[in-house]
C-alpha cells in the first residue's frame, strides 16, 4: 500500500447488522464499528429489510470507524466490500428509490412458484443455464414477485433496476466520506475537517439514496 495510504477498509452488511473494519499494512484491525437493524417478518416465512436502513447502518459505522481513530478518508488505500449475496432490492433508477423492501435471502415467500416451475420440467434448463437449482433462496423468484405484485404494468417497472444496491452507494468513494442528514436513522456527528453536500442523483448502479450526502473535503464539490 501506499505510505499516505495506510488502511484497507471493509464493508461488512450482513443480515442482522452492518460493520465497518479498518485494517493496517500488518493486516491488523485497527478500527471497528457495528450497528443492527430491524428484520421485519410481514407473514409466515417473510423475511425483509428497509433498505433505507441497510444504507444509514452502513454509513454510520463507515463514519465511526474513521473517527474512532481520527483516520481521514485518503488514508484509505482500498475498500472491500461483503454482503447478503441472494437478499433483493429493486429499485427505480431515476429516483434511486427502492420499490419495495429488501427481500432477504432467508425468505420463502415464492417457495410455491419455485414448485411449479419444478412441475413444469424447466428444472434442468435452468441448472444448465445457470449452474443452480430452483429454491425461493435464490434472487430471480424474488424479482419476480417485486415486479408483478408491487409495480406491475407500471412506469416503475419498466424503469426498475437490479443489483448491488449497496454498493452503489460507494462508486463515488475515494478521498470521500459518507456523512448524512439528520433523520430518525442518522446519529453520526460532523468531522471538523470535512463538510457536507449532497450529490447529483446518478442513474442506475450508481443511484444514491434521497436521503445520504457525502462529506468532501472542504473547497471539493461532490459530481
Not at 427505480?92 to 411449479?116: E, H
Not at 443452480?132 to 416503475?156: C, E, H, N, P
Not at 459518507?178 to 453520526?188: D, G, I, M, V
Amino acid at each position: 500500500m501506499p505510505v499516505d495510504k495506510p488502511y484497507i477498509l471493509a464493508l461488512d452488511q450482513g443480515t442482522t447488522s452492518s460493520r465497518a473494519l479498518i485494517f493496517n499494512q500488518k493486516g491488523e484491525i485497527v478500527s471497528l464499528a457495528q450497528k443492527e437493524f430491524t428484520q421485519y417478518f410481514p407473514q409466515q416465512g417473510w423475511v425483509e429489510h428497509d433498505p433505507e436502513e441497510i444504507w444509514s447502518s452502513q454509513s454510520t459505522v463507515l463514519v465511526e470507524a474513521l473517527l474512532q481513530k481520527s483516520i481521514r478518508p485518503d488514508q484509505i488505500a482500498a475498500i472491500g466490500i461483503t454482503n447478503q449475496r441472494e437478499t433483493t432490492i429493486v429499485w427505480d433508477r431515476k429516483t434511486g428509490k427502492a420499490l419495495y423492501n429488501a427481500i432477504v435471502w432467508q425468505d420463502r415467500r415464492t417457495a410455491a412458484y419455485c414448485d411449479a416451475l419444478k412441475e413444469k420440467g424447466v428444472a434442468n434448463q435452468i441448472a444448465e443455464k445457470t449452474g443452480l437449482v430452483i429454491d425461493a433462496y435464490f434472487s430471480a423468484t424474488k424479482i419476480r414477485w417485486i415486479l408483478d405484485q408491487v409495480r406491475r404494468g407500471s412506469a416503475a417497472r419498466r424503469s426498475g433496476r437490479i443489483g448491488f444496491w449497496n454498493s452503489g452507494q460507494l462508486v463515488d468513494l475515494e478521498v470521500d466520506c459518507w456523512k448524512k442528514p439528520p433523520n430518525r436513522h442518522h446519529e453520526c456527528q460532523p468531522h471538523a475537517d470535512f463538510q457536507y453536500s449532497y450529490p447529483t442523483m446518478g442513474s442506475g448502479a450508481a443511484g444514491l439514496v434521497q436521503h445520504s450526502c457525502f462529506y468532501a473535503p472542504r473547497g471539493k464539490k461532490l459530481q
